[in-house]
């Protein structure tokens, strides 16, 4: 037995305050991640310390999305993003707020933590969200997180002008974001739990999800590869047009901006691309342009050439996340339904933070002991092995698990 068909109304409703709840999201990660050097300083961790304490938020990130698989067995995803959103805008007001290294590494334990359940949830609703609309629409919610992403990092470098305290940085912009995240919340939309005897429901789903990770291998591998290509853009860019490109070290901040900015316009065009060619014909394309920014980046001869290369990769790497979650939880809800679909964004979430891990100090050891052009196309090799995998994204964008078309309606949105 489906779940019974959601009214237009209430899915535009719950499309655009998931959407709001993806902005939130980024504008808070992009808060903390700009400001590592200034909570450095306040903090005075060494640099000796600092490779732990920022590898221990992915770790328990990935810890968060775990316990998230499991929670969502028994209340619903949207239940678990309106209680952990504000708990991570609270951390961040921690972090920059407390008076010890050891008081603000239990700030930032709770914020990995917390931001781990806040990415599952959110990409669970929005991969059952899609499947209600029987289209694509989930990088319309990641273009809505780098558009938050490029507000928080603005709002970083406004504070670090204006030489803000964090405390003074951080407060004020939770107290806006967190009632915005506390009402949208009421509009969350979980429509696969409406029905006693959904598919999947009770023990069944959860027995049946090992059988369905299994197929989600190769998506799991291409999470991965996704993320290791990303944090190479957000942890080398700056250094890589400094020291090898010869930049100045004003125009080295700049790679980063254009890559937030052509992800977010590459994702605003992407479900067009998604609806009119399909899944695997845009993750194609989208890896073929994100390698060959990566060659360009390697080959390039001054500064604007590299942050060409850059452009190049936020308009192809853009693409690939939204489309792994999206098929990771239409193939867990063909085979064994909504509580699958969970389990299956919970765990292809954890590869997010795998490659993050990965990413940057590969690229580190790589340029130390070869060359950071050399280290450039290590990434770029790892990115074209996506193409290997690219038939795992395929399917009709617009079928339910059970193989039934959902009628194309004009008033969803």
């Given amino acids: 037995m489906t779940a019974p068909r959601?009214?237009?109304?209430?899915?535009?409703?719950?499309?655009?305050?998931l959407a709001l709840s993806?902005?939130?999201?980024?504008?808070?990660?992009?808060?903390?991640?700009?400001?590592?050097?200034?909570?450095?300083?306040?903090?005075?961790?060494?640099?000796?310390?600092?490779?732990?304490?920022?590898?221990?938020?992915?770790?328990?990130?990935?810890?968060?999305?775990?316990?998230?698989?499991?929670?969502?067995?028994?209340?619903?995803?949207?239940?678990?993003?309106?209680?952990?959103?504000?708990?991570?805008?609270?951390?961040?007001?921690?972090?920059?707020?407390?008076?010890?290294?050891?008081?603000?590494?239990?700030?930032l334990a709770v914020f990995g933590l917390s931001v781990g359940a806040l990415d599952a949830s959110m990409n669970m609703l929005g991969v059952s969200l899609q499947r209600a609309y029987g289209r694509s629409i989930m990088l319309g919610f990641h273009a809505a997180f780098s558009l938050g992403g490029i507000v928080g990092a603005s709002l970083a470098w406004?504070?670090?002008?204006?030489?803000?305290?964090?405390?003074?940085?951080?407060?004020p912009v939770v107290a806006v974001l967190l009632p915005l995240a506390l009402v949208v919340g009421r509009w969350f939309v979980d429509r696969e739990r409406t029905a006693p005897g959904a598919a999947g429901a009770g023990t069944g789903g959860a027995v049946a999800v090992p059988l369905a990770m299994r197929l989600l291998l190769p998506l799991c591998l291409v999470m991965a590869i996704t993320y290791i290509g990303d944090s190479t853009v957000s942890n080398w860019s700056a250094k890589y047009l400094h020291d090898v490109l010869g930049s100045s070290e004003q125009l080295a901040t700049v790679p980063y901006n254009v890559y937030m900015v052509t992800t977010l316009l590459g994702r605003v065009v992407g479900d067009l691309g998604v609806r009119r060619f399909g899944a695997v014909a845009v993750v194609r394309c989208g890896t073929v342009v994100a390698a060959g920014g990566f060659a360009v980046v390697a080959a390039a001869s001054g500064p604007w050439a590299g942050m060409a290369g850059f452009t190049l990769l936020g308009l192809g790497l853009c693409v690939i996340v939204p489309q792994t979650f999206a098929a990771a939880g239409r193939v867990a809800f063909e085979k064994h339904g909504p509580e699958a679909s969970d389990a299956a964004v919970a765990r292809l979430n954890i590869f997010n933070y795998v490659g993050f891990l990965i990413g940057s100090p590969l690229v580190g050891a790589l340029g130390d002991a070869w060359s950071y052009r050399g280290a450039m196309l290590v990434p770029m090799a790892l990115v074209l092995v996506t193409l290997v995998y690219a038939r795992s994204f395929g399917a009709p964008e617009a079928r339910y698990?059970?193989?039934?078309?959902?009628?194309?309606t004009a008033d969803v949105g």
């Fill in 6 to 17: 959601v009214p237009d109304a209430q899915l535009r409703h719950g499309r655009l305050s």
């Fill in 22 to 107: 993806f902005f939130v999201q980024g504008a808070v990660f992009a808060l903390l991640v700009t400001r590592i050097p200034a909570i450095q300083e306040r903090y005075r961790i060494s640099d000796a310390l600092l490779p732990a304490f920022l590898a221990a938020v992915p770790v328990l990130a990935g810890v968060g999305s775990v316990v998230t698989e499991q929670l969502v067995k028994r209340v619903p995803a949207g239940r678990v993003l309106r209680c952990v959103q504000p708990v991570v805008c609270l951390a961040l007001v921690g972090v920059g707020s407390v008076g010890t290294t050891a008081q603000v590494a239990v700030a």
């Fill in 158 to 171: 406004a504070g670090a002008h204006w030489k803000l305290s964090l405390a003074l940085l951080y407060g």
């Fill in 401 to 408: 698990g059970d193989g039934h078309e959902r009628p194309r």
